[in-house]
Nanobody, 124 residues
Framework: QVQLVESGGGLVQPGGSLRLSCAAS????????IGWFRQAPGKEREGVSC????????YYADSVKGRFTISRDNAKNTVYLQMNSLKPEDTAVYYCAARPGVVVTTTPAEYDYWGQGTQVTVSS
């Protein structure tokens, strides 16, 4: 059974950090590009960061550039999103998604597999 499971969300104060994990089962992440998306109430799902399956090339949305870092550990079949200097506007449900191949994209429809999401709340 193909599955992606996110973890690591929670409540954090502004300026704090969280590390999200996206663990895959039922398939090998080596051959998949992975994207992190987020969706706040009343807003569309937004592509936050992506990482290629091949050369590890990455993409970051302007809103998170310099604060978030995406990485992958193929041996653990897991992708991470390190989030630093968190702001209240980062509050959302965060999802990871996988698509076969090397191309990174922030178009949700181009991803085949999705996790169930993990809530991130940034508030004092």
């Amino acid at each position: 059974q193909v599955q992606l499971v996110e973890s690591g969300g929670g409540l954090v104060q502004p300026g704090g950090s969280l590390r999200l994990s996206c663990a895959a089962s039922g398939f090998t992440l080596d051959y998949y590009a992975i994207g992190w998306f987020r969706q706040a109430p009343g807003k569309e799902r937004e592509g936050v960061s992506c990482i290629s399956s091949s050369d590890g090339s990455t993409y970051y949305a302007d809103s998170v550039k310099g604060r978030f870092t995406i990485s992958r550990d193929n041996a653990k079949n897991t992708v991470y999103l390190q989030m630093n200097s968190l702001k209240p506007e980062d509050t959302a449900v965060y999802y990871c998604a996988a698509r076969p191949g090397v191309v990174v994209t922030t178009t949700p429809a181009e991803y085949d597999y999705w996790g169930q999401g993990t809530q991130v709340t940034v508030s004092s």
